[in-house]
T-cell receptor, first 112, second 114 residues
Framework: DSGVTQTPKHLITATGQRVTLRCSPRSGDLSVYWYQQSLDQGLQFLIQYYNGEERAKGNILERFSAQQFPDLHSELNLSSLELGDSALYFC???????????FGQGTRLTVV | AQKVTQAQTEISVVEKEDVTLDCVYETRDTTYYLFWYKQPPSGELVFLIRRNSFDEQNEISGRYSWNFQKSTSSFNFTITASQVVDSAVYFCALRQSNDYKLSFGAGTTVTVRA
């Protein structure tokens, strides 16, 4: 168990809908990262938050947004969902930027 | 730009055989960090090791060992006496000092047959 908790584990929704993925980082970790894993793109970095502030952005679509709350949990919001958004979404946390990131079990999103 | 190449897509071995996973990286930074992660069939990503660019010492942890060679920009991973539980996808990743994200390779699927 990495100590990073993601909910839900599975999500099935229809095109055009909006969903929210939730992540609780390891105790003491200030950095939270979101990654998307798909068959064609592999593991892609989406966004990072550090202590509530957005720190870095990767290949995140404009339809996607995220935030980190004062208690350090994070949410990834995906809207106007398309079939191509079906993927495994990982949250990870780390103590510092140069240390290892620990990943949650992921949320498998299926858009039908 | 940074890049991680795992040229081996799939490796299949019989239990107790050794298996070596190749990882070649590209970066212009002199300070960077390399990682290996394991993704078993259950799907989670499990951290295995972090290596800093200024530390070229090889490491052994049980049946796992890592060979870091800056001269060839490689960070290879060997599983000795493989077991069925080692069956997973293994990812090599790179983080540059001025970057916050991990850049992952495409992964190598290891299948260990009993």
């Amino acid at each position: 168990d990495s100590g990073v908790t993601q909910t839900p584990k599975h999500l099935i929704t229809a095109t055009g809908q909006r969903v929210t993925l939730r992540c609780s980082p390891r105790s003491g970790d200030l950095s939270v990262y979101w990654y998307q894993q798909s068959l064609d793109q592999g593991l892609q970095f989406l966004i990072q938050y550090y202590n509530g502030e957005e720190r870095a952005k990767g290949n995140i679509l404009e339809r996607f947004s995220a935030q980190q709350f004062p208690d350090l949990h994070s949410e990834l919001n995906l809207s106007s969902l398309e079939l191509g958004d079906s993927a495994l979404y990982f949250c990870a946390s780390s103590v510092a930027d140069y240390t290892e990131a620990f990943f949650g079990q992921g949320t498998r999103l299926t858009v039908v | 730009a940074q890049k991680v190449t795992q040229a081996q897509t799939e490796i299949s071995v019989v239990e107790k055989e050794d298996v070596t996973l190749d990882c070649v990286y590209e970066t212009r930074d002199t300070t960077y960090y390399l990682f290996w992660y394991k993704q078993p069939p259950s799907g989670e990503l499990v951290f295995l090791i972090r290596r800093n660019s200024f530390d070229e010492q090889n490491e052994i942890s049980g049946r796992y060992s890592w060979n870091f060679q800056k001269s060839t920009s490689s960070f290879n991973f060997t599983i000795t006496a493989s077991q069925v539980v080692d069956s997973a996808v293994y990812f090599c990743a790179l983080r540059q000092s001025n970057d916050y994200k991990l850049s992952f390779g495409a992964g190598t699927t290891v299948t260990v047959r009993a």
